[in-house]
């Protein structure tokens, strides 16, 4: 069955530190996507990234960073050199192409609320 | 701003009543999904339009009912509402629905049952 887990429930760093936000998935198809969307108090999710399950390169952006790992069945999303703005819920999602019909749906994890205090 | 828009903002409404929640996806996007955020269950997918028909259904309720109009808007029904339908209902769209599609997701409708 498809799952996707993010074991930090709370992590709580002073500013300019760097923090790992960890995501587990488990899916049985062989094509999928994962993604990572951050939600600020303001309450609207917004898009971070997207990668393939054919793609394990590494990707940065900035002050993020994402790793991916196939044998571990990991996506872990770093931010280095932390601001307050940073502070906010951060979810890890699965979209399965097989297994879904390749219809999109995002299966998401419970989310990390990141505190990055001043 | 993400281009898609949800109304209304907030509802505050009673146990066993019905409300409607509107969704205009961005501009060029042809798939709308609808997700439930509550606190105990987190995010859960709900359904999903494409170009007017229903493409994919999840733990959506049989209270609950959407459909997809001509000009792509989308609207969310729930009747007989119950305590725990109490969340924040997300509208998200995207290109063609499918699943290297990145969704957009609108400001949500957040929905209290008292």
């Known amino acids: 069955a498809q799952k996707v887990t993010q074991a930090q429930t709370e992590i709580s760093v002073v500013e300019k530190e760097d923090v790992t936000l960890d995501c587990v998935y488990e899916?049985?198809?062989?094509?999928?996507?994962l993604f990572w969307y951050k939600q600020p108090p303001s309450g609207e999710l917004v898009f971070l990234i997207r990668r393939n399950s054919f793609d394990e390169q590494n990707e940065i952006s900035g002050r993020y960073s994402w790793n991916f790992q196939k044998s571990t069945s990991s996506f872990n999303f770093t931010i280095t050199a932390s601001q307050v703005v940073d502070s906010a819920v951060y979810f890890c999602a699965l979209s399965e192409v097989h297994g879904s019909g390749n219809t999109g749906k995002l299966i998401f994890g419970q989310g990390t609320t990141l505190q990055v205090k001043p | 701003d993400s281009g898609v828009t949800q109304t209304p903002k907030h509802l505050i409404t009673a146990t066993g009543q019905r409300v409607t929640l509107r969704c205009s996806p961005r501009?060029?996007?042809?798939?709308v999904y609808w997700y439930q955020q509550s606190l105990d269950q987190g995010l859960q997918f709900l359904i999903q339009y494409y170009n007017g028909e229903e493409r994919a259904k999840g733990n959506i309720l049989e209270r609950f009912s959407a459909q997809q109009f001509p000009d792509l808007h989308s609207e969310l029904n729930l009747s007989s509402l119950e305590l725990g339908d109490s969340a924040l209902y997300f509208c998200?769209?995207?290109?063609?629905?499918?699943?290297?599609?990145?969704?957009?997701f609108g400001p949500g409708t957040r929905l209290t049952v008292l």
């Open positions: 501009s060029g996007d042809l798939s």
């Open positions: 998200a769209s995207s290109v063609e629905g499918q699943g290297y599609n990145e969704q957009f």
């Open positions: 899916t049985r198809d062989t094509t999928y996507y």
